[in-house]
């Protein structure tokens, strides 16, 4: 019998107890009895089960107790905090680029894409949510509604200025199947291109459909050429109407939507990139270069194409320092060299794109595969990164190398600034504000959406990292 069958019984008769005429006995009594012939294989499997019905036991009681703890900081974590559970899962989720205020009000309007994913039990739908949040206040711990589970919920006092958050559905858009990833055009909002589960690519003028759906798919243009289903999707934000899209078929592909005419709804890929060797998982155009895209896939391997080349069978650079799949890259949009990708491996690379041949820095804190990821739009060197270990880190990458205590070392790396556990399953995405800093949307498997910005005494600038021109600006 291997050892770790033996130490999976040993496992066993501790929680069976060994007692006289406890379990622990007659199961070992079992163990002695002479066995009929081809009933080994059976107790094996009654055992590895329970092994697993324990295991599964064990983790949902961590997870119970991980969130408890997490539902009692809650107060002193986060200067705004609203959850709320959408009627189907969204596997996508990108704040729109506006904010709309009012003088004589004092909250603000805030836009989030969303999609549905059904499973097949209903219709999906794009939908498009307004999300009222609160003018700057500081909330205290009373501020908290537990129940709710949110710090400024609709109705809740915050701060004493009696400012609002609220949630709502404002448009939806029908759409065949579910909606594994929807974003917007950068040069026009109002233009959401949406990756289907056929391998499709659909483009959508918002403006032209009403508020509520009409049971009828009707999107403005249709993108065909993937013979699969995929997730990487992203508008060139260089040039209005170009995207490029990834596939489980293995391909790269980029499109011209203003090659449209309104003879036919169909349009083929203008190049189709074959450089990698299995799935691709995610894109990205380089958002200061505007000839190179990034692409990462199940081979391992981060590529970047240059599409001023004329070969569509090689990159012009290849990467491979992940252990396991790569799922997504992030390019830095305020320094040229600096990218990142997210692995299977349960780490974040960090990568100067002068020389991928090894990566500068592993970020190690997630459990499990890391999913999705995304910089700051405002601090250089703030990343975000999403788990299927249901946590959302911040990673300040100046802290990268600084001493630590062995008290600091038990909490993590330097680098790890903030861990965000208010789900309970595997993220499925995140998206930074564009508007309002460390505000953040994330999106689990199991319905719930958050809408959370963390406490300023946590991430806030520390007077001694601030210049002393702006310590001047900020005295009254």
Known sequence: MALNQVDGMRSNLRCMGSGPGSPALRYISTLLSPLPPGSSYLMLSIVSAHEQEQEETIETKILNEEYKNWKKNAPFLYDLLLSTALDWPTLTVEWFPDK??????????????????????????????HVLLPNSTVPGANDYDEDREEIGGYGASVGSAGNDVKFDIVQRIDHPGEVNKARYMPQNPDMIATMCVDGKVMIWDRAKHSSHPTGTVNAQIELVGHSEEGFGLDWDPHQEGQLVTGSRDTTVKLWDITSYSKQSITLSPTRTYTHHAAIVNDVQHHPLHNSLIGTVSDDLTLQILDVRQPSTSTSVIQGKGHDDAVNALSFNPASEYLLA?????????????????????????????????????????????????????????SKVGEEQTPEDQEDGPPELLFMHGGHINSIAEFSWNKNDPWLICSAAEDNLLQVWKVANAIVGKDTDDVPTEELEQMEP
């Open 100 to 129: 709309q205020s009012s003088p004589d009000r004092n909250y603000s309007t805030n836009r989030l894409l969303l999609g549905t994913h059904t499973s097949g039990e209903a219709q999906n739908y794009i939908q498009i949510a």
């Open 341 to 397: 990708t997210a692995s299977a491996d349960k780490t974040v690379g960090i990568w100067d794109l002068r020389d991928l041949r090894f990566k500068l820095h592993a970020l190690e804190g997630h459990v499990e595969a890391v999913t999705s990821l995304a910089w700051h739009p405002f601090e250089e060197a703030i990343l975000g990164s999403a788990s299927d270990d249901r946590r959302v880190c911040f990673w300040d990458l």
